[in-house]
C-alpha cells in the first residue's frame, strides 16, 4: 500500500495536468505540414484552424483567461483595458508566441507601429512561422513604406502558409506598387 499511493498519487497530478497546446506543441509541426501540402482550401483551411487552436492555448489556464479578455478588450475597442491585460500575459507567459502576437495586433490598432514590431519579432522568436505575425509585419511595412522589408514579411507568411490570401494579395499589391508611392 505504502508504493501504491504514491503512484496512484503521481498519476493524478499528471492526468490533472494542462497538455501544454502552445508554439511548443508537437502537434504543431504536424500541422504545419498538413497546411503546407493541403491540396485544396478546404484542407488548408481546417489546418490552418487547427494551428490558430494551438498557438491561442498557453496550457496555463491563467494565461489562456488573460489572453482572451485582452482579445475581448480589444474587439470592442477598449484599447487601455487590453493593453493592461495583455502587457500582464506577456510578463505572466514570456514563452508564449500568441501572447506577443496579440499584444502587437493590439499596439498597431493603437497607432504605436514600432512597439508592434518589437512584438511581433518576440512572437516570431518562438514562432518563426507565425504567419500571421509575418502578415502584420508586412502591412507595417507598407505603411512605413518599406518595400522590401514588406515583400520580405509576405514572403515568409506565404512559406508558412502557402494559401493566405490576403497575404498573397498584399504582396502582389507591394510588387506593383509605382516608384514606392503608396498603394
Do not use: C
Amino acid at each position: 500500500m505504502r508504493i501504491v499511493a504514491p503512484v496512484l498519487i503521481a498519476a493524478l497530478l499528471w492526468t490533472a495536468t494542462p497538455a501544454r497546446a502552445d508554439q511548443t506543441d508537437p502537434q504543431i509541426n504536424f500541422l504545419f505540414h498538413q497546411l503546407a501540402e493541403a491540396p485544396d482550401a478546404a484542407q488548408a483551411s481546417r489546418a490552418e484552424a487547427g494551428i490558430l487552436r494551438v498557438l491561442s492555448q498557453s496550457g496555463s489556464p491563467t494565461a489562456d483567461l488573460l489572453l482572451s479578455r485582452g482579445t475581448e478588450a480589444m474587439n470592442r475597442g477598449d484599447f487601455d483595458a487590453a493593453l493592461t491585460t495583455l502587457t500582464s500575459l506577456v510578463k505572466l507567459a514570456p514563452s508564449f508566441a500568441e501572447a506577443w502576437n496579440r499584444r502587437a495586433t493590439l499596439l498597431f490598432l493603437m497607432g504605436n507601429l514600432e512597439a508592434s514590431i518589437v512584438d511581433i519579432h518576440k512572437a516570431l522568436t518562438l514562432e518563426p512561422r507565425h504567419f500571421g505575425a509575418w502578415s502584420g509585419l508586412g502591412q507595417i511595412y507598407i505603411i512605413m513604406n518599406r518595400r522590401e522589408d514588406a515583400i520580405r514579411a509576405f514572403s515568409r507568411a506565404l512559406a508558412a502558409h502557402p494559401r493566405l490570401t490576403g497575404a498573397r494579395a498584399y504582396l502582389d499589391a507591394v510588387r506593383r506598387m509605382d516608384g514606392g508611392r503608396d498603394i
